[in-house]
């Protein structure tokens, strides 16, 4: 059974300040995908790492992916409070259509 | 346009109920989802249709009941559902094959009383 495992859950930090979420997963996989919810709301797509090596930078957040290690990394650089939400990682394991699982998320509180 | 359309977005029905959820692309997308996402946990898949025809089903009980009337269209009939099937229904889609952006849609709040 695939398991997804993100670390922290929860997170507060200080508007300035940088720090990594960390997504651990149990199986072969080289398709790895960043979401992001805001409380009551849908799913907004982050990021999409295709291979050993990506790496996708937006604004503040940068995702990477190892698929040696089976790890992907969020990280936040200077943080703002507009960035507080919950971020999801998802692995995908299908080639026809896509099977995400997704991590249990890591709710981000960025504190002024 | 990235918008994936879901209708309702409230909906409260009783048990004995025969209700359905609606979604709609337009982005020529030839995979569409059906997840279910209980309060603080994350999103689980449901269905998966590719190419119009039903690809996976993750062992979800036999009330509910997926439909792809064709390319853009999505539905879920529900019957006779339970509380505990209370939650947030996502629906998404993407192009047809792997590796491409899943786009979700704002989803259904369901209700079962």
């Known amino acids: 059974e695939l398991k997804v495992e993100q670390n922290p859950l929860f997170l507060s930090m200080q508007e300035g300040k940088n720090y990594t979420i960390y997504c651990n997963y149990s199986?072969?996989?080289?398709?790895l995908y960043w979401y992001r919810q805001d409380p009551g709301k849908s799913l907004e797509s982050l990021f999409v790492l295709l291979s050993n090596g990506a790496v996708k930078q937006e604004g503040r957040l940068m995702a990477s992916l190892d698929t040696k290690a089976r790890l992907s990394t969020l990280h936040i650089t200077a943080a703002v409070h507009d960035l507080s939400a919950t971020y999801f990682c998802?692995?995908?394991?299908?080639?026809?259509?896509?099977?995400?699982?997704f991590g249990e998320g890591t709710q981000l509180t960025v504190n002024p | 346009d990235t918008e994936v359309t879901q209708t309702p977005k409230h909906l409260v029905m009783g048990m004995t109920n025969k209700k359905s959820l609606k979604c709609e692309q337009h982005?020529?997308?030839?995979?569409m989802y059906w997840y279910k996402q209980k309060a603080k946990k994350p999103p689980e898949l449901m269905f998966v249709y590719s190419y119009e025809k039903l690809s996976i089903n993750e062992s979800v009980p036999s009330r509910f009941s997926p439909e792809c009337p064709n390319s853009s269209l999505l539905n879920l009939h529900l019957h006779a559902l339970q509380p505990e099937d209370s939650a947030l229904y996502l629906c998404a889609s993407s192009q047809g094959h792997s590796g491409n952006t899943i786009y979700f849609g704002e989803g259904s709040w369901l209700t079962v009383v």
């Open positions: 998802a692995v995908d394991t299908e080639t026809s259509g896509s099977r995400l699982t």
């Open positions: 982005m020529g997308h030839r995979a």
């Open positions: 199986t072969t996989s080289d398709r």
